[in-house]
């Protein structure tokens, strides 16, 4: 009796067990999925953020270098007139963030400012982080957050321009004093408010020590808070960019935080969200997704005890299993129709308003061309869905018929070549031999395969590669090889190629969004 119940149990786990993996698998790859989603936002997010400031700072510089250049300005510091020469620095209106100039010494004395403050004349500034700055190679220099001087004392960052001497008096090298632009930090929080987050998300920088300058949920005027503990922003002044989830022990939560860099100030921008919100709607579609598979999972369970119960049923029974699966694929691929109409109609308008754009600011523009490009891989992501559900269902039918191959290939080749002009990458056809003959095949998923080792190769092929495409007849053969001097790969990993959803690990640091499914 104990053998016979044990034995039963097995059969019951034998049946069983594969639609739990499966369905525990499928769960898996849309979540990955629909993570990847989020977290490809927030990294895009951050290297947006980290480009605007770089633009800003570097705006900065440029307005500092350009006022420290005028003769009559370097010509009055050489001559010790300080008043007189800042006296003649106008700073432009639309730069309103810059809160107080003043001018100093080579060895960093305070000589005059603007607005004035009689108090600070004369006073030594050598223990400044941008006076070391910029005294190094006389280059200009963006500071540390500090807390200035003079009153009120807020915290503000400084741009340091060395005035170097004029042609007259002898070597441009030569600084006679230095311009220092002083800022105040709600200058760059306003900064971070041009970028649009999702629900409670939030941007902060922090400069090259890791203490914050842009934070929305503290009050920078007061105390300098130190974030160099932080995860992701000890990655980031390590020159890092990503996204991890990572615990904030300043805000005491786990973080969706996306990091990067702010070069080549040496500074760090991170885009943070709650781990609840950032990911809430991928989880309201995976708890959808989760009762579905449960209601399989529990009918398939009482199912395949109706078929311990029922021996004489089995062959019945298998095929109900059959229609199981099959009702599965089908909801994947409805689930995946549902999602082309509303992503067709967004590409459509994004491509309506393709003739205005060129209206926007530069920053709008590139918002709407990430949009777009995110949009089109969304759509590809659910061609490919679409097309292992049709294989899986076995609606894939080939319809052979006598094909020009050569024909075929040139044509993938043409389509193709845009994408490699654009990546630098040379794309050509050898045919070996001419008269290539015709033969019977299925033109449309020949064409298809043709077209994916020519965009593998493409894609994972260097700036300055090539890609050729070989063509070649034997008595009862034709060769067609697609070479290509790409990153090529690992030995290891060339038994999963055929495998759904397999990536090496060393393509997924050239192109993070790709499927896995095109071969």
Request: aromatic residues 8%.
């Amino acid at each position: 009796m104990q053998k016979k119940i044990l034995i039963q149990i097995c059969l019951f786990l034998l049946l069983v067990g594969p639609i739990f993996a499966l369905t525990a698998f499928s769960y898996v790859r849309v979540r990955d999925a629909l993570t990847s989603v989020v977290t490809l936002r927030s990294e895009s997010l951050a290297s947006l953020s980290a480009l605007l400031i770089q633009e800003r700072l570097d705006r900065i510089v440029d307005i500092g270098t350009l006022l420290a250049s005028r003769v009559q300005f370097q010509q009055l510091a050489e001559a010790g007139k300080w008043q007189e020469a800042i006296a003649t620095l106008q700073i432009p209106p639309e730069f309103t963030f810059i809160e107080r100039l003043f001018l100093t010494d080579k060895g960093g004395v305070l000589r005059a400012d603007a607005p004035h403050q009689p108090n600070i004349v004369g006073r030594s500034f050598a223990e400044r982080d941008w006076y070391k700055g910029v005294s190094q190679n006389w280059e200009p220099y963006v500071s540390e957050v500090y807390k200035r001087a003079t009153e009120p004392k807020y915290n503000v960052v400084a741009v340091a321009i060395p005035i170097k001497a004029s042609s007259s008096a002898g070597s441009k090298n030569k600084a006679s004093g230095i311009l220092v632009l002083e800022i105040k930090l709600d200058a760059f929080l306003e900064w971070t408010k041009e970028i649009t987050l999702n629900g409670s998300g939030f941007i902060y920088i922090t400069d090259r020590r890791g203490y914050v300058i842009a934070y929305p949920r503290f009050n920078l005027q007061e105390d300098l808070v130190d974030f160099s503990s932080t995860p992701s922003v000890k990655k980031a002044l390590q020159g890092l960019s990503g996204v991890e989830i990572l615990y904030n022990s300043i805000d005491k939560e786990n973080q969706l935080s996306a990091y990067a860099p702010v070069l080549p100030r040496g500074w760090t921008v991170v885009v943070a969200e709650p781990t609840a919100t950032a990911f809430a709607q991928r989880d309201s579609i995976l708890q959808n997704i989760l009762f579905v598979y449960s209601i399989i999972n529990l009918f398939a369970i009482f199912f395949v005890y109706w078929i311990l119960r029922n021996r004489a049923r089995i062959q019945n029974a298998n095929q109900q299993l059959r229609e199981i699966d099959q009702q599965k694929s089908e909801f994947i691929s409805i689930t995946s129709h549902q999602l082309r109409t509303p992503l067709g109609s967004m590409r459509w308008n994004l491509e309506l308003l393709e003739p205005e754009v060129k209206s926007l600011s530069e920053v709008a523009q590139e918002r709407l061309q990430e949009t777009y490009r995110s949009n089109l891989h969304v759509i590809e992501l659910v061609g490919d869905f679409l097309n292992v559900a049709r294989i899986e269902q076995g609606r894939v039918k080939n319809e052979p018929k006598l094909a020009n191959v050569l024909e075929i290939i040139q044509d993938a080749v043409k389509e193709m070549e845009p994408e490699a002009r654009k990546r630098l990458v040379t794309l050509d056809i050898k045919i070996k031999k001419p008269n290539i003959p015709k033969i019977i095949i299925d033109s449309n998923r020949f064409r298809e395969v043709i077209q994916n080792l020519l965009s593998n190769a493409v894609k994972y092929t260097l700036k300055g590669g090539s890609v050729s495409v070989e063509v070649d007849s034997t008595v009862n053969f034709i060769e067609i090889a697609v070479l290509d001097n790409g990153i090529g790969i690992p030995e290891k990993e060339k038994t999963k190629i055929f495998t759904k959803f397999a990536r090496a690990k060393n393509a997924t640091l050239i192109d993070t969004e790709g499927s896995g499914l095109g071969l």
